[in-house]
């Protein structure tokens, strides 16, 4: 059976989910000095409480949306006959609920589409449900293609 065939049978399924991944404020702080993105929400633990209805800081949410390849490298299968694979983009994205310091996030993956790009090459859409652990919404919801190489 070619990946491509595997794959089309798996439309619609949930593929996997990923190891828990602590946010902690060092997180959050490292994030902001990578990106240069320092606003109090994130980085003031003292005026996001005072000023914030989130109680304290919160993730970025390109943060979060960023642990999505730590995430497929504990949550989704490994695929026979796969020579690597690549970031493709994102279809859409929704950031549903905030991410207190401190929490634990994981990746849920349902595999949407699958379909031949190119000779050799094979695209595939994964929809990402982000759940923050013990909250009743998810931090995120994505669309996140990738290039298979086989």
């Given at each position: 059976?070619?990946?491509?065939?595997?794959?089309?049978?798996?439309?619609?399924?949930?593929?996997?989910?990923?190891?828990?991944?602590?946010?902690?404020?060092?997180?959050?702080?490292?994030?902001?000095?990578?990106t240069?993105?320092?606003?109090?929400?994130?980085?003031?633990p003292?005026?996001?409480?005072?000023?914030?209805?989130?109680?304290?800081?919160?993730?970025?949410?390109?943060?979060?949306?960023?642990?999505?390849?730590?995430?497929?490298?504990?949550?989704?299968?490994?695929?026979?006959?796969?020579?690597?694979?690549?970031?493709?983009?994102?279809?859409?994205?929704?950031?549903?609920?905030?991410?207190?310091?401190g929490?634990?996030?994981?990746?849920?993956?349902?595999?949407?589409?699958?379909?031949?790009?190119?000779?050799?090459?094979?695209?595939?859409?994964?929809?990402?449900?982000?759940?923050?652990?013990?909250?009743p919404?998810?931090?995120?919801?994505?669309?996140?293609?990738?290039l298979?190489?086989?």
């Amino acid at each position: 059976m070619s990946v491509l065939e595997h794959l089309s049978g798996q439309i619609g399924q949930e593929l996997g989910v990923s190891d828990w991944i602590e946010i902690s404020q060092e997180r959050i702080n490292t994030f902001a000095d990578v990106t240069e993105d320092h606003q109090f929400i994130h980085v003031n633990p003292e005026m996001a409480k005072q000023f914030t209805p989130f109680g304290g800081t919160i993730a970025h949410g390109f943060l979060t949306l960023s642990l999505l390849s730590r995430m497929a490298e504990t949550g989704l299968p490994k695929l026979e006959g796969a020579k690597m694979g690549m970031n493709y983009g994102l279809n859409k994205v929704r950031f549903l609920t905030p991410v207190p310091s401190g929490a634990r996030v994981r990746g849920r993956f349902v595999l949407a589409s699958a379909e031949e790009k190119n000779p050799g090459q094979i695209l595939q859409c994964h929809t990402v449900t982000v759940e923050i652990d013990g909250a009743p919404k998810p931090a995120l919801v994505a669309d996140w293609l990738s290039l298979i190489f086989v």
